[in-house]
């Protein structure tokens, strides 16, 4: 199975673009729902976290891993592939800055998400190793994922919150924005409104799913050990109506969470051994 | 020591209370800022947090257990007790409820706070039991919690927000609003204003603190058992900047937080036992 995890909900949009390019493969996916935010943690947190997710992923089967959390995946990706050498880790960060790199025309990128993802600087380490002469600039915009939670897309406060958070961005005259949350393209049309019509947006969704097709295409080993069928899988650590909700934003359609019960219960139960 | 403990950091506003009141008496505070928040996380799920929460202070010498997390007052108080049968257990919603009670002119009440809260209908209860003539109104008002942590305090996006949230409750008449969440106190000159001069509001840090001074002057017993010093711990689960940030917002002042270590290591170490 290809496993997928993230910090809460907002990493179904990821299942959904790997849907689209890879049917027929079996998915399963874990949010930490019990846990959820992670981009206000700390990176040590965010990498103890990690590690038990993608545990639980691969004691259920997975065979590769997506890190959907774009916190996660800038500040956990080298604990990761460190703690589980054998396993192709994919993250989200790589593939949107090389879309960005190749569509950027003024060399001018921009980049919102968490505070853990800007704080990390991994989006201009990234840049600075691909295209030293690309200018990258950051701006943590936390009050997106609680609006966007909340199901407030297209109210006044939140056009103005957004406008908000790229007015440093666009005074640097960036050409490309990369929404560096899981979150954000649900707000893509807001956030293309107000960055203007000419800055191009980058949907890491799409670009991680191409980055794992494209892999697959190249290791036909791997590809033929894959699970193929409709049965996908989604746990989440806790389980509440309003997560059931956004489930169905982010996928577009009704979705079964499933409690992850005992494999993930030292995360919520009590008596867990120190 | 007086033991305290909170979803994260809000839980400060009421350790400032009691130092105010308890002027003397030492304090240990412990905020699980690394799954921080509980208000959106299902009863199950905050019921067991919290068992472990009190857990930690006890064992780090805590005689009596102020849970000053409104989520957690509200679905978690009763299995707390059940819990801790020998420990003095107090929470916010029943002393914020007498408050209420008493000011009340027209007897319809307001109370807002977090999804985990409303839902709860731990205030409809408690009234039910005390005044059945008294009406409750509730709402859920989860942005607030974010915009206080990004210290948003008089920004127009958070008074438009604030007032959103009370419309309906002023549509109800209410003469009494409850600040359910222990972040909502340092928002209380905007809510006053959105709220109308004539709403009373009622702030549960100050009505906890009182309860426990007034406890402890009927229980010398209990008293005489409780440490003196100035030397008060705040622990926190996992430790940013952002967070010792928001404590000196409701402290007041800087405020040390210390790193629950091994102790809490459970909720953000790998290899936890199942």
Not at 45 to 71: M, N, P, R, W
Not at 84 to 107: D, G, M, Y
Not at 117 to 123: E, K, P, R
Request: aromatic share 6%; with cysteine.
């Amino acid at each position: 199975m290809i496993g997928v995890f993230d910090s809460g909900i907002g990493g179904l949009t990821i299942v959904r673009e790997l849907l689209r390019k890879l049917p027929g493969y079996r998915l399963i996916y874990f949010g930490d729902t019990a846990r959820t935010p992670y981009g206000t943690k700390s990176p040590e947190t965010i990498i103890s976290y990690a590690i038990q997710d993608t545990e639980f992923l691969l004691e259920h089967g997975a065979k590769i891993i997506v890190v959907a959390c774009h916190s996660a995946s800038s500040v956990a990706t080298e604990a990761l592939r460190e703690k589980f050498p054998e396993v192709p880790i994919f993250e989200v960060v790589t593939p949107s800055v090389k879309k960005a790199l190749s569509v950027t025309r003024k060399k001018i990128i921009g980049v919102i998400g968490t505070r853990a993802t800007i704080s990390s600087g991994v989006y201009q380490r990234k840049v600075a190793e691909l295209d030293p002469e690309v200018k990258v600039y950051g701006n943590a915009c936390p009050l997106l994922v609680p609006l966007v939670e909340e199901g407030w897309l297209k109210k006044p406060e939140t056009r103005r919150i957004v406008k908000k958070c790229l007015i440093p961005l666009k005074m640097r005259g960036i050409d490309t924005l990369v929404l560096g949350c899981t979150h954000y393209p649900v707000l893509k049309p807001v956030i293309q409104a107000k960055a203007g019509r000419r800055v191009t947006l980058v949907d890491p969704a799409e670009e991680v799913a191409e980055e794992v097709a494209s892999f697959l295409s190249q290791h036909p080993e791997l590809e033929r050990e894959l699970a193929r069928g409709e049965d996908h899988q989604i746990y989440v650590s806790d389980l509440t109506e309003a997560f059931e909700r956004v489930a169905r934003l982010f996928m577009g359609k009704k979705v079964k969470l499933l409690k992850a019960d005992c494999e993930m219960s030292h995360v919520i139960k009590p008596n867990a051994s120190c």
